[in-house]
C-alpha cells in the first residue's frame, strides 16, 4: 500500500473531489485517479477508466480482470450532500435523518426567525436568499435540493438553480395543484418539459405520510431510491449477463 497516495486520496474525497486509487492484486503496482489526472506506477487504460467512471457511479469498489491480474478499485467519493430550502417543521426531522444517513445538511433560509442554531442545532445555516445560496453552494452530482416553503419567492429561484445545476435530486413540497402552477412559472422562467420533469413533485414517495416525521421519512426514501437506482440496475444487469453466460 502506497501511503502518500492513499492520503492524496483521503485528501481529495475531503474537499470535495472523487478519487480512486487502482491496485494489481498480483504485482501490487499502485496507481491514483482523479479527474483526468493520474499519479503512480500502476497503468491506467480506456478499460480501467471506464470501470472507474462505473464505480465512482455507483458509489462501491470494484474489481477488473486486465491481461496483467485483477485490479481493485477502491472509489473515495465526496460526501453526499442535502441543501434544504426553507426552516420549516419537516426540515427538522429532515435535517437529522439525512445526516444519520451519511449526508452534509445545509439549511437555506433567510428567515433567521426560522433559520437558527435553536432550531437546527449542529446544522450549517445558510441565511443567503436560495439562488444566492444555491451559486455559493455549487450543487453537484452528490447533491440533493429538497425545497420545502411553499413560499414561490424561495422555492422557485432555487429550483431554477437547481435545475441548471448536475443535483442527482431535486424535490419540492407541495400538492399536485401546487406543482403544476409551479411548472408554468418555471415555463415561464424559460425552462423546457424535460428539464422540470427533474423535479420530485410532490415531493417523497407515497406511503400515507401526514405528520412531518413521516413526510421527512417518505423523502429521505425517495431520495435513496434515486440515488442508489443506477446502483440496482447495474448489479441486476451483472446478474443477467452471468446467467446468460451460464446458460450457454
Keep these: 500500500?502506497?501511503?502518500?497516495?492513499?492520503?492524496?486520496?483521503?485528501?481529495?474525497?475531503?474537499?470535495?473531489?472523487?478519487?480512486?486509487?487502482?491496485?494489481n492484486l498480483k504485482s501490487g503496482k499502485q496507481s491514483l485517479v482523479?479527474?483526468?489526472?493520474?499519479?503512480?506506477?500502476?497503468?491506467?487504460?480506456?478499460?480501467?477508466?471506464?470501470?472507474?467512471?462505473r464505480a465512482w457511479e455507483r458509489d462501491e469498489n470494484d474489481t477488473v480482470m486486465t491481461g496483467d491480474g485483477k485490479l481493485f478499485i477502491e472509489i473515495f467519493n465526496p460526501r453526499l450532500r442535502m441543501l434544504v430550502v426553507?426552516?420549516?417543521?419537516?426540515?427538522?426531522?429532515?435535517?437529522?435523518?439525512?445526516?444519520?444517513?451519511?449526508?452534509?445538511?445545509?439549511?437555506?433560509?433567510?428567515?433567521?426567525?426560522?433559520?437558527?442554531?435553536?432550531?437546527?442545532?449542529?446544522?450549517?445555516?445558510?441565511?443567503?436568499?436560495?439562488?444566492?445560496?444555491?451559486k455559493q453552494l455549487v450543487p453537484d452530482r452528490?447533491?440533493?435540493?429538497?425545497?420545502l416553503t411553499h413560499d414561490p419567492k424561495l422555492d422557485d429561484p432555487a429550483l431554477a438553480e437547481a435545475l441548471r445545476s448536475d443535483a442527482f435530486y431535486i424535490g419540492a413540497l407541495g400538492s399536485r395543484r401546487t406543482?403544476?402552477?409551479?411548472?408554468?412559472?418555471?415555463?415561464?422562467?424559460?425552462?423546457?418539459?424535460?428539464?422540470?420533469?427533474?423535479?420530485?413533485?410532490?415531493?417523497?414517495?407515497?406511503?400515507?405520510?401526514?405528520?412531518?416525521?413521516?413526510?421527512?421519512?417518505?423523502?429521505?426514501?425517495?431520495v435513496t431510491q434515486v440515488l442508489r437506482a443506477p446502483v440496482e440496475q447495474a448489479k441486476a444487469e451483472r446478474a443477467a449477463a452471468k446467467a446468460r453466460e451460464a446458460a450457454e
Design 179 to 222: 406543482h403544476a402552477r409551479r411548472c408554468e412559472r418555471l415555463k415561464e422562467a424559460g425552462f423546457t418539459e424535460e428539464q422540470m420533469a427533474r423535479i420530485h413533485g410532490p415531493i417523497g414517495l407515497k406511503i400515507g405520510a401526514i405528520s412531518p416525521a413521516e413526510i421527512a421519512v417518505s423523502i429521505m426514501a425517495e
Design 142 to 147: 452528490r447533491t440533493a435540493i429538497v425545497t
Design 1 to 23: 500500500m502506497n501511503i502518500r497516495l492513499l492520503n492524496q486520496a483521503l485528501a481529495a474525497s475531503r474537499s470535495g473531489k472523487a478519487a480512486a486509487l487502482v491496485t
Design 34 to 53: 482523479q479527474g483526468h489526472e493520474i499519479a503512480g506506477d500502476l497503468p491506467v487504460d480506456d478499460v480501467i477508466a471506464a470501470a472507474i467512471r
Design 86 to 134: 426553507g426552516a420549516v417543521h419537516i426540515a427538522q426531522p429532515l435535517a437529522r435523518m439525512a445526516a444519520l444517513t451519511g449526508y452534509l445538511v445545509t439549511i437555506v433560509d433567510p428567515r433567521s426567525a426560522f433559520a437558527n442554531a435553536e432550531r437546527f442545532p449542529d446544522v450549517t445555516l445558510n441565511g443567503e436568499w436560495p439562488d444566492d445560496a444555491m
